[in-house]
Each structure stands twice: as structure tokens, then as C-alpha cells.
């Protein structure tokens, strides 16, 4: 009732959701073949697939504030799903061939709906190795030289790589 006596006319609800519960990501990467790779590997690829997970809807992702070193990600390739999960190619710089690079989404970067920053850092790594090893071939006999015809049964031969090599694969 007002002050001169009217009665109201009906009741007024209000309500509302109250969300504090901060996004997480996780990132992960994969060759470009779509096989999981996970964070420190070392690969003969020169691209990765660069997968960012986060739990919630973002509506800001923007690889600008994403800190890299030893790469770049390419923009062009960016895609998205559902606002949850974001796709990105990353190619590793060279120095001599082999590249360490770092990838990290720092605490407070992304943000929800309601405006909750994403919570924790999160950082994934990955070596690129293209460099294909060198065998170099001799024999401890300085008699025997490459291409040589011997009758000898056999020769001691000494295989060195330029490169550590897996035996298995050898």
C-alpha cells in the first residue's frame, strides 16, 4: 500500500545466476596427421596442429595474447568450436634446424560470458628437429677404401651419424 492507501498490483520477481567459477585451459598439441602429442616432445615436423581446451565459452581468445617463443602461429588457420575449444597451426623458427619452442596462456588472459578471467597458467613445449643425420662409413684398415674388391671374408667397419640415432630403426 502506498501513502495515500492504493494497493499494489501484483509482485515483482527478480532473479538472477550468479556465475564466479573461472575458465581453465589446457593446450595440447598434434602432428598434422591428428595424432595426440604431448607437451616437451621432440618431432621431425615442422608444424604442429596447436589444440587450446578451455572449460567454459571464451569470448575474447585472440592468439595476440598468447606468449611464444621459437614459433609463430598461423593466423589464417584459426578456427574455433563452440567457443570451448580453438585450433591454431604453429610453425617453429630454425637456427640450425632445430627449434625449442614454448607456448603459455598466463592467468587473467581470456575471459567468459559473465567476465570471469581465466584461471591458472598454462604452458605447452615442443623441439622441432629436421635435420636428417649424416652416416659417414670407414674401415680401421687404411688398405680398404670405398668401393674397393677385397677377397678378405670380412672387415671391420666403423659407422659414425652426426646425430644421435635410434638403434631400433637402424
Do not use: C, H, Q
Not at 538472477?16 to 596427421?33: A, H, L, M, Q
Not at 610453425?91 to 578471467?117: H, K, L, V
Amino acid at each position: 500500500t502506498d501513502s495515500v492507501g492504493n494497493d499494489n498490483s501484483g509482485t515483482a520477481d527478480f532473479s538472477w545466476n550468479y556465475d564466479n567459477e573461472r575458465p581453465v585451459f589446457t593446450i595440447s598439441g598434434s602432428i598434422i596427421t591428428n595424432n595426440n602429442m604431448a607437451s616437451g616432445l621432440t618431432t621431425n615436423d615442422a608444424s604442429i596442429n596447436v589444440i587450446f581446451r578451455s572449460t567454459k565459452p571464451i569470448v575474447d581468445f585472440s592468439l595476440t595474447m598468447i606468449d611464444v617463443s621459437g614459433g609463430e602461429f598461423d593466423i589464417d588457420t584459426l578456427t574455433s568450436d563452440n567457443s570451448r575449444v580453438f585450433t591454431v597451426i604453429f610453425t617453429a623458427n630454425y637456427d640450425n634446424s632445430y627449434s625449442s619452442t614454448s607456448i603459455t596462456i598466463y592467468d587473467g588472459s581470456f575471459n567468459d560470458e559473465y567476465t570471469n578471467d581465466n584461471s591458472g597458467t598454462v604452458s605447452f613445449s615442443w623441439n622441432s628437429d629436421v635435420i636428417k643425420p649424416i652416416m659417414t662409413i670407414s674401415s680401421d684398415n687404411l688398405t680398404y677404401n670405398s668401393g674397393l674388391i677385397t677377397n678378405d671374408i670380412s672387415i671391420n667397419l666403423e659407422f659414425i651419424s652426426s646425430k644421435t640415432i635410434n638403434l631400433d630403426t637402424f
